[in-house]
């Protein structure tokens, strides 16, 4: 009926409109009549909304409302006085068993008192769901960071807001809490810390409350030097619900944003993390979705789940936790090897121009100058820059990189190729190579496609990673490997269409500074009755 009413009021309008063009006496009164229509409508429609959307306000913070819609999942932050965040300050004048206590709402008093140096560079780490500040890895980050910077470091305790067992509770909290962080902040810029000089940590939920306080300081005119998010959580931020920006981390959130992204997945339910870059630069080492070392529970990772379980803990959450475990080691390592001048250990990444699949195929593999870290100009990969993940970050867009599957995980990052043999019978299956060296090995794995023979003629690629100080590639000369074949669909259907073995030609094992290790000879047949052992050298074989 209303609705009638209006295109009746409309027809009217325009109908006088043309009627009246010429005369300004009689044309001014239906406009000035619609237009109190108009007012009287937007009323009716403010309180609409205002009556049909939660909205809570809590002093300082503000107000945080919730978008219409029929979603169980809805919630508004927690009232910071349940919350009771804290920050705690510690630098290279306090005791770091008794850390200095800051508060967002004491209008920079508690930040006056402290040994806080605007002059300094600050550090803020920030933890996710469930965790705590003082957890033991972020006191060692901690304290690693005051030895290699006069630096001030904060640790963010929103262990409350954080608590559970409800993950749609504390996902709703990251809001209220990263505008804390941002009014403390502020209040850090208007005593002399330069943006620039703000680096936040974040992991997991604690990605997404270093975006949210990232917006308080926009509101003021201000970006965020550089933002960190350890596989900043996906549950629920993937979807509608959050996916108001200011609601998470994004690309606008810093000057730079770095994100890593080590337990993602393209199906919603599966993963913490969130499959979509989000930075500058998003690493996704080896994949991004499941870290070698790790036996997550696989598509069965729903926001329920969330809340039974408590603490994250490494056999539920190994691929998630690992992002932090990563970016610890680069600071660690910083730190062991500031004085030393060995080169040692960093995660190099790189783009795949193809993609995702490209990486995991093994294909994409690039080739850097040792002196310079650039790429190879005659490679495939020339355009494109090599990054490196961590502590020192350098790179753009989506790059990868490979682990290894427990401390140190940064190693020497290996391509191992295999050339079958032309004209020999289909098959196919998986490839398994074990590197030995040292009294070390690696394992690579090759898959060839489940729906497409191994064509012959073709190569395989495999990746692998090596020990940092035990395989020097400079002094080994040779290396030990063995091989083994499997088709499996000759043991589930018997189906004898495809070949038990496959014939090869050579196997190659390179690194990234263009030193590599082959065997070759025509024919080889790899089966899975025995285990093939070869010796690869460092002498060329010319095919
Ligand atoms: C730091 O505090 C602890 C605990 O109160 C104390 O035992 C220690 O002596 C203090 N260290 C320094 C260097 O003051
Ligand atoms: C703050 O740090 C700067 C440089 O790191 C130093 O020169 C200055 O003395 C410090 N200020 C205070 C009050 O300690
Ligand atoms: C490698 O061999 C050396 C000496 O044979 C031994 O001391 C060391 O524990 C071995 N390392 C591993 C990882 O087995
Ligand atoms: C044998 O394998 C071929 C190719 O994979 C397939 O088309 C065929 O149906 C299989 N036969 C049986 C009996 O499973």
Redesign the pocket.
Known sequence: MRLSSISLVLVIISWSNGQFRNNQRFRQLPFRAAQNFRNRLKNRLDLYRERNTQMVCYDIVGCFTLPHSNSPLQRVPEDPKTLGTKFYLITR?TNTSIPEILFYNDDGKSLQES?F????ILKVLIHGYTSKWNEKNALLVTDAYLQLY?CNVILMDWKIGARGPQYVVAAANTEVVGRELGILLTKMVENGLKTKNIHLIGFSLGAHVAGSASEILKGKGHLIGRITGLDAAGPLFRNSYFKEKHKKLDRSDAILVDAMHTDSSPFVTDGFGLWEPIGHVDFFPNGGQEQPGCNDVKNSILVTQFENRGALNRDFACSHIRAFRLFIETVLNKLKYRDKKSDYCQFTAFSCPGGLSTFESGYCFPQIEKSNGRLVTDSIYAQDEIGQFGEDVRGQGVMYFSTRDSSSYCGRQLQLSVHVSQNYEPTKGLLKVNLHYSNKSIDFEMYTDIQDFVTTGAQMYGLGVADFHTFIPEVIKKIKVHIFFFNPELYENGNETTSSIIYINKVMVRDMHGNSWQHCKNNMPISDTIVKKMILSNEDCNY
């Open positions: 004048k040994s140096n605007s002059s300094n006069d």
